[in-house]
């Protein structure tokens, strides 16, 4: 039998990136893109958070698998990343698998620094109710590490 570490540190699964968001200013519409500069220490360039070094929030992530359940939460028909806020829209892996983790998505480097918990804006967006349906379902926030661009479809794995 394995142990809970051994467990822990196999992690063959790999994602993909699936969308990409840059967030200008705080309540400022999103800009959808195809591909994006992440700087290290920095963020995702564009994006309000890589203003300035040092953050814990330099990128967020969310798992594509979690909007359908989102959604249900609230009693939408959908729930699109735009919504959410985040920057990154992954799938195929499981983000909180990445705790303690360096990954890669595509060339770049990032650390996994925390859970991305929701904020009250959610009760706005998604309606009532809106904050209880992204707990646990938030996705996770990152450090940049290594600078680089990710591209859509890029390849996101744990190293």
Request: glycine share 12%.
């Given at each position: 039998m394995k142990e809970i570490k051994q467990l822990i540190d196999t992690m063959p699964q790999h994602g993909r990136l699936d969308w990409?968001?840059?967030r200008p200013a705080r309540?400022?519409?999103?800009?959808i893109v195809n591909e994006a500069e992440l700087i290290?220490?920095?963020?995702?360039?564009g994006d309000r958070s890589a203003e300035k070094a040092g953050g814990k929030r330099q990128v967020t992530l969310i798992q594509a698998e979690h909007l359908p359940v989102i959604a249900a939460c609230v009693g939408l028909d959908g729930?699109?990343?735009q919504m959410l806020r985040r920057n990154l829209l992954v799938s195929g892996i499981n983000l909180l698998a990445l705790k303690d983790?360096?990954?890669c998505i595509g060339e770049t480097l990032l650390e996994y620094s925390g859970l991305c918990s929701p904020c009250s804006y959610m009760e706005e967006v998604l309606g009532a109710g809106g904050y209880n349906a992204m707990r646990g379902h938030g996705g996770i926030?990152?450090?940049v590490v290594r600078d680089g661009t990710i591209t859509l479809g890029d390849r996101v794995h744990s190293i």
């Amino acid at each position: 039998m394995k142990e809970i570490k051994q467990l822990i540190d196999t992690m063959p699964q790999h994602g993909r990136l699936d969308w990409i968001g840059l967030r200008p200013a705080r309540r400022a519409a999103i800009n959808i893109v195809n591909e994006a500069e992440l700087i290290a220490d920095y963020g995702i360039k564009g994006d309000r958070s890589a203003e300035k070094a040092g953050g814990k929030r330099q990128v967020t992530l969310i798992q594509a698998e979690h909007l359908p359940v989102i959604a249900a939460c609230v009693g939408l028909d959908g729930v699109t990343p735009q919504m959410l806020r985040r920057n990154l829209l992954v799938s195929g892996i499981n983000l909180l698998a990445l705790k303690d983790r360096t990954f890669c998505i595509g060339e770049t480097l990032l650390e996994y620094s925390g859970l991305c918990s929701p904020c009250s804006y959610m009760e706005e967006v998604l309606g009532a109710g809106g904050y209880n349906a992204m707990r646990g379902h938030g996705g996770i926030t990152a450090r940049v590490v290594r600078d680089g661009t990710i591209t859509l479809g890029d390849r996101v794995h744990s190293i």
